[in-house]
């Protein structure tokens, strides 16, 4: 017999399978558990070369970047220490980090490496 995982809802031991769902007879609660795992990859940030970034990486930018409301741009190759990632970002902007000479900035993690 296959150990299925405990409810998400009330953690209640008792689940059971229905087809491709899992549901707790305790609360009532019917959950998938392929799109549960689907949706913990969605929320992975990847690097322009598909590494999987952490908070307080060290990340290379990849290519020149203009700077909104500055005259001077982000050089392709400048090292950005310690970021900080956003998984709920709206404008698609995932990386949050200070960049010498330019200060606190955002950044799409698809113009960076990993080092």
Request: hydrophobic share 35%.
């Given at each position: 017999?296959?150990?299925?995982?405990?409810?998400?809802?009330?953690?209640?031991?008792?689940?059971?399978?229905?087809?491709?769902?899992?549901?707790?007879?305790?609360?009532?609660?019917?959950?998938?558990?392929?799109?549960?795992?689907?949706?913990?990859?969605?929320?992975?940030?990847?690097?322009?070369?598909?590494?999987?970034?952490?908070?307080?990486?060290?990340?290379?930018?990849?290519?020149?970047?203009?700077v909104k409301g500055s005259s001077s741009a982000i050089k392709q190759g400048t090292k950005v220490k310690g970021i900080?990632?956003?998984?709920?970002?709206?404008?698609?902007?995932?990386?949050?980090?200070?960049?010498?000479?330019?200060?606190?900035?955002?950044?799409?993690?698809?113009?960076?490496?990993?080092?």
């Amino acid at each position: 017999m296959s150990a299925l995982p405990n409810c998400p809802k009330c953690n209640s031991e008792y689940t059971y399978e229905d087809g491709s769902m899992l549901v707790c007879p305790m609360c009532a609660y019917e959950w998938n558990p392929a799109a549960d795992a689907e949706a913990a990859e969605a929320n992975v940030i990847r690097d322009a070369n598909g590494n999987v970034l952490a908070d307080g990486d060290t990340v290379t930018v990849i290519k020149d970047l203009k700077v909104k409301g500055s005259s001077s741009a982000i050089k392709q190759g400048t090292k950005v220490k310690g970021i900080r990632l956003v998984h709920d970002s709206t404008n698609g902007h995932d990386i949050d980090c200070k960049i010498d000479g330019f200060g606190a900035m955002s950044l799409k993690s698809e113009f960076v490496k990993k080092i």
